[in-house]
């Protein structure tokens, strides 16, 4: 990690100290010092990441509860080439693995199936588990998340790009332009586990 990404988890990790502090606090001193500490973090993540601190804190009180990681599922979907689905991101113009965070109440195998159809257009069933991957705060944001991967099957639908994306299709790894983030060196893994699963 760089300093910037130390100063990031310092911040994640006083965060969900606070935040749970506050969720069992019963002495109003306590609460206080909770409130306080949530405070400076608010300033200083709006520094770290160019949001208002009033911002940040509204963020935060959305967050009810025991603070845990952020969670995702991610798809990965081979043709008989050995090409893997992916989508070019509307945002920032790269290429990634279909997938996302996970809605309320919905497991990671639920989250990839609706995600894929989402960013993608197709029906898809998870049938082989890849792995789990979690990122540190500041690798690539200011949070935790842990992702898991699927390998799936396509079961209905057509190729179609979603509001998220610009582009939608299979593609050999090693002639991608440019990743988003992490997700090449997932692929890979994906690709490695599909050859090896037959």
């Known amino acids: 990690m760089n300093t910037d ?3 990031l988890a ?3 990790e006083l965060r969900i100290v606070a935040q749970v502090g506050l969720e069992h606090a019963d002495d109003p001193y306590d609460e206080e010092r909770y409130e306080r500490i949530l405070t400076l973090v608010s ?3 709006g520094q770290s990441v160019d949001l208002p601190p009033e911002d940040v804190r509204a963020r935060f009180a959305g967050e009810v509860g025991y603070v845990t990681p ?6 990965a979907v081979f043709n008989a080439d050995g090409r893997v689905l992916l989508q070019l991101r509307a945002d920032d113009e790269t290429w990634c693995l279909p997938g996302g965070f996970s809605d309320p109440n919905e497991s990671p195998d639920e989250t990839v199936v609706r995600e894929t159809r989402e960013e993608t257009g197709l029906a ?5 588990f890849v792995g789990v991957y ?4 500041g690798e690539y944001g200011p949070h935790c998340l842990v992702r898991h991967v699927y390998l799936c099957t396509v079961t209905g639908g057509e ?3 979603s509001r998220e994306g610009t582009d939608v299709r299979y593609r050999a790894i090693e002639d991608v ?4 983030k992490d997700h090449e060196a997932i692929a890979r893994d994906a690709r490695d586990h599909w050859h090896s699963s037959g």
């Open 10 to 12: 310092l911040l994640d």
């Open 43 to 45: 300033e200083w993540y």
């Open 134 to 137: 979690t990122r540190k705060p």
């Open 177 to 180: 332009p440019v990743w988003h």
């Open 5 to 7: 990404d130390d100063f």
């Open 124 to 128: 898809v069933e998870p049938n082989d």
């Open 70 to 75: 952020k969670v995702s599922a991610d798809a």
């Open 159 to 161: 190729i179609e790009t």
